[in-house]
């Protein structure tokens, strides 16, 4: 599995650096992975839904270990290459919601 395209839309918010949508192999989409600061430094958190007892679960995630460090790494090499293209992290605008297509 290779990750074909990285799309990060950066967002003004404490804790939320930016929304991101990867492609997998030319053929997959998973949209509204986050980027995510935490104690230790950026993160990368996957799309989850909001259960009725209000806990998230996950909506897609890698299975092994590898492949999450491997996806992070991508995505937060992309997301310094958009912050360094476009300075500090914009406030969402036109043309940049992660759900337009």
């Known amino acids: 599995m290779e990750i074909t395209e990285v799309r990060v839309f950066p967002v003004n918010e ?3 650096k930016a929304y991101v949508t990867i492609t997998l192999d030319h053929c997959f ?3 509204d992975l ?3 600061h935490g104690n ?3 993160f990368i958190a996957m799309p989850a839904k909001r259960r009725k007892d209000g806990t998230f679960k996950d909506i897609a995630h ?3 270990s590898d492949t999450r460090e491997k996806m992070e790494r991508t995505i937060l090499a992309e997301y ?3 912050l360094k ?3 500090a ?3 969402r605008a036109t043309g940049t919601d992660p759900h337009e297509d």
């Open 14 to 16: 404490e804790k939320l």
């Open 29 to 31: 989409v998973i949209r």
């Open 34 to 36: 986050k980027v995510i």
């Open 40 to 42: 230790t430094g950026l």
């Open 62 to 64: 890698p299975l092994n």
């Open 80 to 82: 310094d290459r958009e």
């Open 85 to 87: 293209k476009g300075g």
């Open 89 to 91: 992290a914009p406030a």
